[in-house]
């Protein structure tokens, strides 16, 4: 399979974070909230969070709640992005990744699983989460 | 540090739980024990479990002359009460003419075309399910001895290779939710260990029977995944190394799952 890899935005990580947005505008905190409740966008699959009109909700993670207090929007862009870095063993996909993975199916190959503009809504949402 | 808190540290570390890694043999839970009263009702009770129509379908099936060999199952293995209890806990079982293990599908294939003369049932075709659901069903309540002979391990290791590999768009392994997080919650669905004691089943989601085969393409496309095609090499291995992963656990086919 060809892996189009080199049509991703190209980002740079500073520390332990990529501080620059991946379209260079904000993204919408509503469509960001709504991409996380999506069954296809896979969060709320492992997550819980602050969502009271969904039941179906996962406890593989750590519930959302806070988690615009206890990281930065960098961070935040890169745990989307690649979620590896913060911990190697993780089971969190990388969101804004297109190689190094083995036996994609079809439909999938070659793409990542969130277009960058996807990322920056989600990340806009999840900086909101403040207790 | 001394030699004796070295060794204490050593022990304290074999001692943790492994964060990947078996599932001890005390602690194997068939999806059974994962399912509400209800779907528990609907097994238990061969009067309201969906899968026991099946079976009967196999039972006339197992009798029914057929080929152009003009034989039934029944002409040569007799009564199925007997001659195939405890079959299925051993499959998928080691070939010796083919040289690799062979699924109970496969066998059910395999004397269709050698002894009946008769062209392959294609896999989750209704009549193959219900032979291998009646074939299967007189192995109920026995121990799962699947890869024992040794002639399997090899087999038993590529499945368990698999099984620990990362795939798919998701890049998660059978062993990420299997082994690691099973009694969590995936979407607020509960996941097993991914026991094969039951199949072929009966699941509510696909309103049908549905082999072991189809559940692992099913889990294999939710990880967005490229499917192994049915009867392929690495779905047999793994099925291998999840029977041999179940080793001691009673079959329970026709199982009902949510």
Not at chain 1, 59 to 74: E, K, Q
Not at chain 2, 209 to 214: A, D, M, P
Request: hydrophobic fraction near 40%; glycine fraction near 8%; proline fraction near 7%.
């Amino acid at each position: 399979m060809p892996t189009k890899a080199d049509e991703l935005a190209p980002y740079k990580v500073v520390g332990d974070g990529i501080p620059q947005s991946l379209t260079g505008s904000p993204g919408d905190v509503t469509r960001g909230r709504a991409l996380v409740l999506a069954r296809t966008t896979t969060c709320i699959l492992c997550h819980s969070g602050p969502f009271p009109e969904t039941r179906f909700q996962g406890d593989l993670a750590p519930d959302l709640t806070g988690a615009g207090n206890r990281w930065t929007t960098s961070q935040l862009r890169l745990r989307l992005v690649d979620a590896s870095r913060f911990n190697a063993e993780t089971i969190m996909p990388s969101y804004y990744r297109a190689d190094g993975l083995a036996r994609v199916g079809r439909n999938f190959a070659g793409k990542p699983i969130l277009s960058a503009a996807e990322i920056e809504d989600i990340v806009a949402f999840l900086a909101t989460l403040r207790d | 540090m001394s030699v004796w808190r070295a060794i204490a540290a050593a022990a304290l570390v074999a001692a943790a739980p492994a964060l990947a890694g078996e599932i001890p043999p005390d602690a194997r839970r068939s999806g059974y024990s994962f399912m509400g009263p209800d779907t528990r009702a609907m097994q238990d009770d061969d009067t309201s479990n969906p899968g026991m129509l099946f079976v009967l379908d196999g039972e006339q099936l197992w009798g029914k002359k057929t080929g152009s060999a003009e034989k039934a199952c029944a002409d040569c293995h007799g009564d199925a009460r007997s001659s195939m209890k405890g079959v299925a806990a051993r499959y998928p079982a080691f070939d010796k003419t083919l040289g690799r293990p062979v699924t109970l599908d496969q066998r059910i294939n395999l004397c269709r075309a050698n002894h009946q003369k008769a062209a392959p049932l294609p896999y989750e075709s209704r009549d193959l399910l219900a032979l291998s659901a009646f074939v299967a069903h007189q192995s109920r309540g026995a121990a799962i001895t699947a890869g024992d002979d040794p002639q399997a391990k090899p087999f038993v290791e590529q499945g368990r290779d698999l099984f620990m590999q990362r795939e798919g768009q998701l890049n998660l392994a059978c062993t990420n939710c299997h082994d690691d997080n099973f009694d969590k919650r995936l979407a607020g669905a509960p996941i097993t260990q991914g026991q094969p004691t039951g199949y072929p089943l009966y699941r509510l989601e696909w309103q049908t029977l549905g082999s072991l085969e189809r559940r692992l393409r099913s889990c294999m496309s939710g990880v967005r995944a490229q499917a192994y095609d049915y009867g392929s090499p690495e779905l047999v291995a793994l099925e291998l190394y999840l029977m041999s992963r179940a080793r001691g656990l009673p079959m329970e086919t026709p199982a009902v799952r949510p």
